[in-house]
């Protein structure tokens, strides 16, 4: 049974720029998170994702987007990357009439130079 | 929101020592989840209580949920090397979306 799998594992890019972060969900899962945990700190919720659609959104500006496709996998896209962007970026998956047990990937570690 | 506190923020210890961490808020939480988080690895979750007074263990792992539900601790009896990570502890909520704090990072030296 796959965890949940998230690409690529690491990332450098320059200010200014735009990066897109892959999720797939545990198996069976039908809804995706995204957060952020920069270095020493507790990951922060970006935003949810249950059939295709946003569901909830935390604290971050629009140049954080995303998508969730018909199989469940989500993609995380950021613009105009600030060198505040540098983080490790998790995504969780959970199954949404089961409750808010949330698995989490390993992690996209994301650096902006 | 619902601010989470935890501490310490660092406690490092040698093996076969216990150690107690702790979660506090000034809100009343319905649940509050404790994750482990190892380097490298993302969260995961070890046990959700419920009941005021609650105690949960998990082996040499013992959580306790607070009468009033607004605070919770993790003790662990003789700690060992592969207890190390950073533990961090988030309300449960139904509407899916986890505010964690800002954690404790143990380290546990052989």
């Known amino acids: 049974d796959a965890g949940v799998t998230q690409s690529p594992t690491h990332l450098i890019k320059t200010r200014g720029q735009q990066v897109t972060l892959r999720c797939s969900p545990k198996s069976g899962h039908d809804t995706v998170s995204w957060y952020q945990q920069a270095l020493g700190q507790g990951p922060q919720f970006i935003f949810q994702?249950?059939?295709?659609?946003?569901?909830q959104r935390g604290n971050f500006p629009d140049r954080f987007s995303g998508h969730q496709f018909p199989n469940y996998s989500s993609e995380l896209n950021v613009n105009a990357l600030l060198l505040g962007d540098s983080a490790l970026y998790l995504c969780?998956?959970?199954?949404?009439?089961?409750?808010?047990?949330?698995?989490f990937g390993p992690g996209t570690r994301l650096t902006v130079t | 929101t619902q601010l989470l506190e935890q501490s310490p923020q660092f406690l490092s210890i040698q093996e076969g020592e216990n150690l107690t961490v702790y979660c506090n808020s000034s809100?009343?939480?319905?649940?509050l989840q404790w994750y482990r988080q190892e380097p490298g690895e993302g969260p995961v979750l070890l046990v959700t209580v419920v009941t005021g007074g609650e105690v949960k263990k998990l082996k040499r792992l013992t959580f306790q949920f607070g009468d009033a539900r607004k605070d919770s601790s993790l003790h662990i009896t003789a700690a060992q090397p592969g207890d190390t990570g950073l533990y961090l502890c988030a309300p449960g909520k139904n509407d899916y979306k986890l505010s964690f704090g800002a954690g404790t990072t143990v380290t546990v030296r052989a």
């Open positions: 969780a998956s959970s199954l949404a009439v089961e409750g808010y047990e949330q698995y």
């Open positions: 809100s009343v939480f319905s649940s």
């Open positions: 994702y249950y059939e295709e659609e946003e569901r």
